[in-house]
């Protein structure tokens, strides 16, 4: 029922009581993106206390209106809970009938097909088993198509895009030189101490050489190099690519008659495989280095001695094996950054995720093989 | 009346890229409600003025103001402020990939009007049923084709209704039927809004229902070669360049 009430009146509009006992709301002014924020702060509020069957909405004072005002005449049959002929709009000026037609109200009927309904539980679950399935099936393909591209460039290897070797040896290799050669000093630095820590008192400083040497050259070389060059050019492998497959220039390539493959992958995993083992052997070269600083300054021992147990530590099957698994480490990563290039689908958000997914599959990656190296050799 | 400042006045422009000049002096002065065309062929500079002229880079040479206002000046504040009073229509749409339509549109809304969220929303879907994209407020941008990513832009450019609105090629990549709906949009927010509307264009058809002046750059002066109503280039202007635009012919510049 429809109960009186005193007027009430806010800088843009008045509410009122008409004679027949319906709701007058008389606006002035202007009525526009600046005014209309402010009145949702008030109107709202003042009408929701208020029960009436009927309302009139005056615009004869407005001078200026913009959609933003025209959405409001349409809120106010909600704030008052009124169907949809309880409302009267009076005075209208001449230039908002076509504004008002062109407001959009009843949108649920209209877009019912192109809504999307959020999908229950069952059917997410069912929808994450049906797409890794498709993943796996993917990576299957992937890893077919690139061992058949590289079956190609060794009958003919004109296919070879040599420059482009070139140019990702100098990024993957020549460019990680300065980081992996600061990394695995430091590294050797800390493994030098630490352990002197421990063989000192023993007096068996000479060990240290032997440690540092074995520890690096078999395990710690090979590993932190990888994990670097994951971080480095696996990411960037996988942003390059999805970049180009967001932008069509994957399909681009494709449809000129190009193996996308051939053209993309190929020159990638053949300069990591190539340069990953060069840089793993500086990085042993370097952490070596970095023991023997420590050799030298805190454990009285010359350099002659610690080179000379150094040699004496290592082995040449020792060395290649090393050399061997950081080989299988590139390969892992350089596949691992163009597959999740290659599976981008989406817009710019896409390139971001396909690389921090590049990382951590390599590391991930990295870390199971180098264990199952470890039990091979332990059954060796 | 007191005399008001032109909406965009663009003083001796000159732009170089690395050792590239790419415009040299380049003056225009554009009033306000006016719809003004900036013609050229690719290449030669449209979006270059635009962009200098929105503020995103600094020229070289010259001076910009935008209602009054110098945005080539030091005062970042001011810049600021006028800024709320534009909207941009990007060549690419420059649509946020992480967002859907619908809240690509809101953004501005939410962020400069304080709107509760159902207000918002019925802005979005006003904003998108102008540009024709109705029912596709919850597509992403990857979603949906170019020629939609322009509208989509459009509406998000047109959100918070702003006193200057530029666009570069807003009907490029589209459909003649949608391009021409777009002209019909452009005419409708001028008269009722009194936008300021500049527009970067090829598109032969709607420089003629819409712009009410024009100018012409062409790279062989790196500059303006013809300004006027566009009836105006294309009966009395002599320059060769000119006449083949409106012809749609080449013609071999020496
Ligand atoms: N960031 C940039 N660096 C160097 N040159 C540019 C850059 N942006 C544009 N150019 C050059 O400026 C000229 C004008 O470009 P643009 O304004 O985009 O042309 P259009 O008229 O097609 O919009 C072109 O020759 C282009 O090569
Ligand atoms: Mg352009």
């Keep these: ?36 924020p402010s009145i949702f702060k008030t109107m709202p509020g003042a009408l929701k206390k208020i029960s009436t069957h009927r309302a009139v909405i005056d615009l004869g004072a407005v001078n200026t209106m913009d959609d933003y005002g025209v959405m409001l005449m349409a ?47 069952i059917a997410q679950f069912g929808g994450t088993a049906i797409n890794t399935l498709f993943d796996i099936r993917f990576f299957i393909a992937f890893i077919g198509s690139t061992v058949l591209s590289l079956l190609r460039v060794i009958r003919s290897p004109k296919a070879l895009r040599f420059d482009d070797v070139l140019t990702h040896m100098k990024t993957t290799g020549v460019d990680a030189v300065p980081v992996v050669a600061l990394i695995s000093f430091l590294l050797g630095l800390i493994m030098a101490f630490m352990s002197s820590l421990q063989l000192k008192p023993f007096g068996a400083n000479i060990y240290v050489a032997s440690l540092v040497a074995l520890a690096m050259v078999s395990e710690l070389g090979p590993i932190m190099t990888a994990i670097v060059v994951a971080g480095r050019s696996g990411s960037a492998y996988a942003a390059e690519i999805s970049t180009m497959k967001i932008s069509e220039e994957i399909d681009a390539l494709f449809v000129m008659g190009f193996d996308p493959n051939l053209f993309l992958v190929i020159p990638r995993l053949i300069a990591a495989a190539l340069v990953v083992p060069l840089l793993t052997a500086f990085a042993n070269l370097f952490a070596i280095a970095g023991g023997l600083v420590i050799g030298i300054t805190m454990l009285n021992l010359s350099v002659t001695a610690y080179v000379t147990q150094t040699m004496e530590a290592l082995s040449l099957f020792e060395f290649s094996w090393g050399l061997f698994k950081s080989c299988v480490f590139a390969i892992l990563i350089a596949i691992t950054g163009c597959l999740r290039g290659f599976q981008a689908r989406g817009g710019a958000d896409a390139v971001g995720s396909a690389a921090t997914s590049a990382v951590v599959s390599s590391i991930f990656l990295i870390v199971l093989f180098d264990s199952l190296f470890a039990v091979i050799r332990s059954y060796w | 009346m007191e ?13 170089r890229y690395g050792p590239d000049l790419i415009l040299k002096d380049v003056s225009f002065t554009v009033f306000k409600s006016e719809i003004f065309a900036i013609l050229g062929g690719s290449g030669s500079g449209k979006s270059t003025i635009m962009r200098h002229a929105i503020g995103l880079e600094r020229p070289e040479n010259g001076r910009i103001w935008i209602k009054g206002y110098e945005i080539t000046g030091a005062d970042e504040t001011a810049f600021f402020a006028t800024l709320k009073n534009i909207g941009v229509l990007f060549q690419g749409s420059a649509l946020i990939g992480s967002m859907t339509v619908g809240e690509n549109v809101a953004l501005p809304i939410t962020e400069f009007t304080g709107l509760p969220r159902d207000a918002v929303t019925a802005m979005v879907r006003v904003k998108l049923g102008l540009v024709g994209l109705d029912c596709y407020e919850n597509h992403l941008p990857s979603e949906i084709s170019g020629g939609m ?3 989509a832009g459009l509406a998000r450019a047109l959100a918070l209704n702003p006193g ?18 777009i002209d019909e949009l452009i005419l409708r927010i001028n008269k009722r809004l009194g936008t300021t509307i500049i527009i970067v264009t090829h598109d032969l058809g709607s420089i003629f229902t819409v712009a009410g002046r024009a100018i012409m750059i062409d790279k062989s002066t790196l500059g303006i070669i013809a300004e006027g109503s566009p009836d105006d280039l294309k009966e009395k202007s002599t320059n060769p360049v000119v006449k083949g635009f409106f012809m749609r012919k080449a013609i071999a510049t020496s």
Excluded: H
């Design chain 2, 149 to 151: 990513k322009k509208r």
């Design chain 2, 164 to 181: 200057i609105l530029f666009l570069d090629e807003p009907s490029a990549g589209l459909d003649p039927v949608t391009a021409s709906e």
């Design chain 2, 3 to 15: 005399k008001q400042a032109p909406d965009l006045r663009v003083d001796g422009l000159t732009v």
């Design chain 1, 1 to 36: 029922m429809t109960t009186a009430f005193r007027p009430v009146s806010y800088p843009q509009y008045r509410i009122s009581q008409a004679p027949d006992s319906g709701l007058v709301i008389t606006f002035s002014g202007p009525l526009d993106i600046k005014t209309v």
């Design chain 1, 75 to 121: 809120k106010i049959r909600y704030f008052l809970n009124l169907p949809d002929d309880g409302i009267e709009i009076k005075n209208s000026p001449t230039f908002l009938e076509q504004t008002l037609s062109q407001i959009e109200v009843d949108y649920n009927s209209k877009c019912a097909i192109a809504r999307r309904k959020p999908e229950n539980i």
